[in-house]
């Protein structure tokens, strides 16, 4: 059944504009020790944009693999057009109409454009469909769409942004009238989530329902329309757009009142031993690989400085440079003072400079081994005696960090790739905290994150530098930037274009401004 607070206004967005082309009523799913759907209803009318928004481990993504037949519900029902349906398959999910654009795209690199599209669609098991004729579909496709792509292109060749448009056009010749988006923005560059919002626009003037799944909440109110919560599995409500707040539908995911979205501070004590002349890091004429032209800044212990700019202005590229995990072909790097040499993550780590990457799943992790070994991993030296690991030390210490940084872990023997996004970040800071870093560098710290493990997060940052740690912290969001940062460095094609200084007056267009110089 539904739980969570109900209101009118519930009742009123419950019912679409129009008959809804999908109507799920009551699912139910679970897994073994887990009940991961607890009766939720959702709708889809013609031409709606729904956000589907919740936690991780709200159950958002069981309700798509249901919808997309990748999981069977236990009960409830699925009707598309009034009609009911039974779902038992991917392919099932397509034919009636379902197109299912994961985070994760499903193309195949090595293949053109045109052949991922149709890729499935042929007539027969020996037929093909001719290639003057996949080129002429593909074409009417974007042009649908408004965009324009080679159809001949390879698709390893694509921009993350037009491998998008692909998996789309893809839908689109499956004559999916009900698409669902998950975090179609994680990894676009503002220009291009602009363009994605042409395109959703546009799909939804021609009648398609769509099912929008994003952590940006500025995403949500610029383009849904209404707005369905999962909290624990549960609905819990679903109003119109105009009738929330950023405050009240933080709210409703994470159930309890956030008095801000960023934690406040508590000042840094200046007379500390440990951050009295807050020195930290400094870098001047930073040069490497071609995107890294010029970088000098500094980041002082006891602050956070946010390194930002638009996707391909050198930012990660900067940090490996610090971090030694690529060449550095000129500039210095100093910390209190000290010059350092770094040739190697190795140098970086023994001098006490610590990377949490933007890709956590694929450099940050070791998915298939448990949370215990990925936070052992850089510190068997302090954990051996002998040649031999003392896994009860270890274990011990890994535990404080369980409770230091309520990571949610079932047992330290969890298999990290099992964790929600927010507890792998967690896992990651654990095992740098280990090390006693001094320098913590943050690549995009929430990217893929819930609202409410965000604040978790913000708090942990804001705790290292109440310690006299310093962070540099690269993102694109912009409101995380000004709602985080010190001081914030913009980059322009591998150089520096400006410096903020007073943060509570900067505004995302002056950031912008900059990044685009």
């Known amino acids: ?205 021609q009648g398609i329902g769509i099912v929008y799944v994003s952590h940006r909440l500025d995403e949500i109110f610029a383009i849904c329309n209404r707005v369905t919560v999962l909290r624990d599995g549960a609905h819990i409500d679903t109003q119109p757009i105009e009738e929330l707040t950023r405050e009240t539908l933080i709210e409703l995911m994470v159930g309890r009142k956030l008095e801000n979205e960023f934690p406040t501070r508590a000042a840094i004590k200046t007379s500390d031993n440990h951050t009295g002349n807050r020195a930290g890091l400094a870098v001047r004429g930073l040069v490497g690989g071609p995107k890294v032209k010029d970088v000098s800044f500094n980041v002082r212990r006891g602050e956070i400085v946010a390194l930002t700019g638009l996707v391909g202005a050198g930012r990660t590229e900067s940090a490996r440079l610090i971090f030694g995990a690529d060449k550095r072909q000129a500039g210095l790097i100093t910390l209190d003072g000290k010059e350092l040499q770094i040739r190697s993550p190795r140098d970086a780590i023994a001098a006490g400079i610590c990377l949490l990457t933007e890709d956590r799943k694929g450099q940050g992790l070791v998915l298939n081994r448990s949370v215990l070994e990925n936070f052992g991993l850089p510190n068997l030296a302090r954990f051996s005696r002998g040649g031999l690991i003392q896994q009860k030390r270890e274990r011990s210490s890994f535990q404080s960090y369980i409770d230091q940084l309520q990571i949610k872990v079932s047992s330290p023997d969890q298999r990290a790739g099992n964790l929600s996004g927010g507890n792998q970040q967690k896992v990651v800071l654990a095992k740098w905290l280990e090390r006693d870093a001094e320098v913590i560098i943050f690549d995009e710290p929430t990217r893929g994150i819930d609202v409410g493990a965000k604040y978790e997060i913000y708090g942990l940052m804001h705790k290292l530098v109440e310690q006299g740690k310093a962070i540099l912290m690269i993102s694109s969001e912009l409101p995380e930037v000004l709602g985080m940062a010190d001081r914030i460095i913009v980059l322009h094609e591998g150089r520096v274009t400006g410096e903020i200084t007073d943060v509570k007056s900067a505004t995302q267009e002056s950031i912008m401004d900059l990044a685009v110089k």
Do not use: C, W
């Open 1 to 205: 059944m539904v739980s969570g607070p109900q209101t009118s206004a519930t009742n009123r967005a419950d019912q679409s504009p129009g008959q809804p082309l999908l109507q799920m009523r009551g699912v139910e799913k679970s897994f073994p020790g887990v009940h991961a759907l607890k009766g939720v209803d959702l709708n889809v009318a013609a031409g709606d944009v729904l956000a589907l928004l919740g936690e991780n481990g709200a159950g958002k993504s069981t309700l798509i693999k249901v919808l997309g037949g990748a999981h069977q519900p236990d009960s409830g029902t699925i009707e598309i057009d009034g009609r009911p349906v039974q779902i038992s398959s991917p392919q099932n999910s397509q034919r009636a109409g379902i197109g299912i654009i994961y985070q994760e795209f499903n193309l195949v690199p090595a293949m053109t454009v045109r052949e991922n599209i149709f890729l499935g669609q042929e007539p027969g098991r020996a037929s093909l469909i001719p290639a003057g004729k996949e080129r002429r579909r593909a074409r009417e496709l974007f042009e649908r769409i408004g965009v324009e792509l080679n159809p001949d292109a390879l698709v390893r060749d694509l921009t993350v942004a037009q491998q998008q448009v692909v998996e789309i056009a893809k839908a689109l010749s499956l004559d999916s009238r009900i698409i669902v988006m998950d975090e179609p923005s994680a990894a676009l560059s503002p220009r291009e989530v602009q363009g994605l919002f042409r395109i959703v626009e546009e799909l939804k003037s």
